[in-house]
């Protein structure tokens, strides 16, 4: 009796861990399109003013640059670090801006798609290059486990992608997550530099658990749809 209830038991625990997973992943995707539907009016504004879901994404890839460019040369002044912060944050506004015009005014595009993920991934790589040469990241290490952490996110989901597998919020640390985290570091090491130390191993860390978090999700996919198939 005890034997045929284990299978059972197995499969009850299994389907509750999957059922608060799907139900976390959705709180999450939830959030993010209720912070999309926000900038609505910053979207008809943009639009009025002929800003294009293209031209806000280079806005936004500028900022992130001359966010890059003030961190490296900030020597932990706190008026610079407040500056890279703000300018990083602006950045972030515009790389979800893009996308909301881009979807109320009927403009999305392949080429628009493509263009905004390049240059998010250069935008990505200028910060975290920018803090490294900043030398406020004591340990380079850190960093550049953060930056491939970075890159590999994006990468790892255009490949999941391209196989058919959604991988919309799937893993801890996609791009707003991860800008949020260095935002938050940058603003505490304004009072305490080590701040941005510990911000930048803790995005080191989430980055690529998030990418082994994805590989893993690719891997049961593809296993289920080869069962599906056979």
Known sequence: MLARQKPTFTVALKYRALTYEISE???????????QQMLSSEAKAAHKIGLTPNLVSAIGFILAILSALTYATTKGQPPQLLLATILLLASG???TLDGVIARTYHQLSLFGGF????????????????????GL??????????LVGSL????????AEAAGI???SIGLAERAERMIILAAASLAAIFWLPALNFGI?????LSNLTVLQRGLHVYKALKKNHKTEN
């Open 115 to 134: 263009m905004d993920s390049l240059l998010d991934r250069y935008a990505d790589a200028a910060v975290y290059v920018g803090i490294i040469l900043s």
């Open 166 to 168: 959604t991988m919309e």
């Open 93 to 95: 506004f515009c790389d």
């Open 201 to 205: 191993v803790l995005l080191a860390v």
């Open 152 to 159: 590999l996110v994006s990468y790892t989901r255009a490949k």
């Open 25 to 35: 992943l959705t709180l999450l995707t939830k959030l993010k399109k209720k912070v």
């Open 137 to 146: 990241q004591v340990y380079v290490f850190w960093g550049l486990a953060a």
